[in-house]
Nanobody
Framework: VQLQAFGGGLVRPGESLRLSCAAFGGTLGRWSVGWFRQAPGKERDGVVCISREDISTYYQDSVKGQFTISRDTTKNSMYLQMDNLKPEDAGVYYC???????????????????????WGQGTLVTVSS
């Protein structure tokens, strides 16, 4: 499956953004999916992940209650709603998808980005006053 992410931009602290990720060439609803963030000078880390068949969802502690992941099977897309954004939320956000033969929990997925085989091109989120 090929992924295309978009929706990033420049916002002020406290504002919201909704990132979108459209999938082509595969049915995203069956896949394990996630959003990863890479801040300048830092490693790419898992922000939120959903295991296949929506068995479990993992949110990084820093975004719990602030970010919400969802997917729309009718549009073959997934989304990341980000509310009350803070400067530390800034970075390039990547959507990712995987269809591993082995079941991995959402927590494991977010801690092992190498499992994901499909990546969007990244969309930049800047939070600044």
């Amino acid at each position: 499956v090929q992924l295309q992410a978009f929706g990033g931009g420049l916002v002020r602290p406290g504002e919201s953004l909704r990132l979108s990720c459209a999938a082509f060439g595969g049915t995203l609803g069956r896949w394990s999916v996630g959003w990863f963030r890479q801040a300048p000078g830092k490693e790419r880390d898992g922000v939120v992940c959903i295991s296949r068949e929506d068995i479990s969802t993992y949110y990084q502690d820093s975004v719990k209650g602030q970010f919400t992941i969802s997917r729309d099977t009718t549009k073959n897309s997934m989304y990341l709603q980000m509310d009350n954004l803070k400067p530390e939320d800034a970075g390039v956000y990547y959507c990712a998808a995987a269809l591993p033969r082995t079941y991995y929990s959402s927590t494991y997925l977010c801690l092992h980005h190498e499992i994901f085989t499909s990546w969007g091109q990244g969309t930049l989120v800047t939070v600044s006053s």
